[in-house]
Structures are given as C-alpha cells and as structure tokens.
C-alpha cells in the first residue's frame, strides 16, 4: 500500500511514468509506473486525510463490488439465490480485496462480465466499454484478462448463431473488441502497455503469492472451486442444452481459478 502511495506521488511530483526511482540509486534502469491512476488518486486523499482515506477508499469499493456481483447474477436468477451466490464470490475473492490497484480489476471485471449478460442491450449501448479499458489500462494489468473475456465471448457468439442459427451483424462486436485495444494503446504510456502484463508476469510470477498456481488449501480457493463445482453439479442435475457462451464462460471462470 505504501509503495502505491509513493509513487502516486513521485507521478504527481514529476508528471512523468517512466521516472528513476530516488529511493532506488543503483537501479540499472527507470521505472514504469504502469498503476499510475489509483496511484495518484489514493495520494491526494492520503494527504487530505491520512491513511483513513485509504480505507475508505477500499470500503467505498468492495461495496461498488458486491453490488455489480450482485446485479450480474439477478440477471439470471431470483435474489435468494443471486444474494448466496454474490457472498460466496466475495468470500473467493476476499484475499484479493486489498487496498490495492488489483482490487479496481475485480470492479472492472465485473462490470464486463456484467455487460456480456444483458442479452437485451443492443451492442451499441456497450461502447462506453471503450472507456472503461482506458481506465482499466491506468490503473492495473488484468486488462488482459478482460480482453480474453472479450475474445471467447465472441467466439462463443458465433458458435451459438451458427447452432441456433440466428444471424446477427457481426462487425460491431469486432469494432467493439478493437476499440478497446485501442483504448489501451492510448493511454499516457502508449502502445508499450500492451506488452506490460507480460513483462511484470515474467519478474513477478517467482516472489508474488498472487501470481503463483492458485493453492487448494486455503479457505478462498475452497470458495471459489466450491462455487464452480456447484454450477456443474446443478447443471448434471438439470440437464438441458448450455449455450457455447455458457461453455465458455464457466471453462474460463475454472482456468482463471486455478491459474493464480
């Protein structure tokens, strides 16, 4: 948290991301500032308010959280079992809800994963995903990960229009998916940001417990592969055919839990 709040400062002192870290004199080369937004922002309220700031700042967004959860899964279902499911994703995502940039990608993600499951909204209505990647792209490095959704969302698409055979315009979905990528190429650092993720996985993979295979002895793995093999025990038990959108989204809700 502290690191974060220095270089939100160090950002606003110099105006710049790639800056040479003080604290660091025998670095061998500068540092990118790839999380500079929650940065910046958690800085001025830390010196408006001290650390209280900052804790209000992740209470204000664990509740923005819960909430999109909670709508997602009304979507589909009455609220007993919408209000069950949403406290059991909590719970699997409740070592992650730091107050920490990660913290705005589980926002960011549900938010997508919200707007994939409104079949009633036109694809028009969701271009303000376009600025939702520009912001994402600012703040934390799962972008990549919501432009995986993306991606299998679409295929999935297709898959189910060719089954049911619906045709529906295409070309949207595709402006739409390249438009975010665009997005992310916009932002103050430019097109690098695209090869971030990569870069900070390479380094990060080996000392960071967030990015190692996710263990099965903890209680918010366990939550989170119990909600996943509920879903596929309900789904044995009320056998019906699954969308390929369904498909895919629970084969990629398994791999992210059990990649870290």
């Known amino acids: 948290v502290w690191w974060h709040l220095y270089v939100g400062r160090l950002v606003r002192q110099t105006h710049q991301l790639t800056l040479w870290d003080p604290a660091a004199p025998f670095a061998s080369r500068p540092y990118v500032a790839t999380q500079w937004l929650p940065g910046v922002v958690a800085s001025f309220g830390y010196q408006w308010a001290g650390a209280a700031a900052v804790v209000w700042l992740r209470a204000a967004s664990i509740l923005v959280l819960t909430a999109i959860v909670y709508a997602t899964c009304r979507q589909r279902s009455g609220r007993l079992a919408a209000g069950c499911a949403c406290i059991v994703a909590l719970i699997g995502a409740a070592g992650g809800l730091n107050p920490r940039p990660q913290l705005l ?4 993600m549900a938010l997508l994963v919200w707007a994939q499951g409104r079949p009633d909204v036109g694809q028009r209505a969701r271009w303000w ?5 520009w912001v994402w792209g600012s703040c934390h490095g799962l972008w990549a990960v919501g432009l ?7 295929v999935a698409d297709v898959l189910d ?6 045709s529906r315009p295409l070309r949207g979905r595709v402006a739409l998916t390249a438009a975010c990528v665009l997005a992310l190429m916009l932002t103050p650092l430019g097109p690098q940001l695209l090869v971030s993720p990569f870069d900070v996985a ?3 993979s080996a000392i960071a417990d967030e990015w190692k295979v996710t263990p099965l002895d903890n209680p918010f ?3 989170a592969c119990l909600e996943l093999g509920l879903v ?4 044995v038990l009320r056998p019906q055919r699954r969308s390929w959108g369904d498909l895919a989204h629970f084969a990629f809700a398994c791999g992210c839990v059990l990649w870290m």
């Open 105 to 108: 990608s589980f926002i960011f």
């Open 129 to 133: 995903l376009v600025g939702l990647f």
């Open 148 to 154: 995986a959704f993306m991606a299998v969302s679409l």
């Open 161 to 166: 229009e060719r089954a049911t055979r619906v």
């Open 202 to 204: 390479a380094k990060a």
């Open 221 to 223: 793995a366990i939550a």
């Open 232 to 235: 596929a025990v309900m789904w």
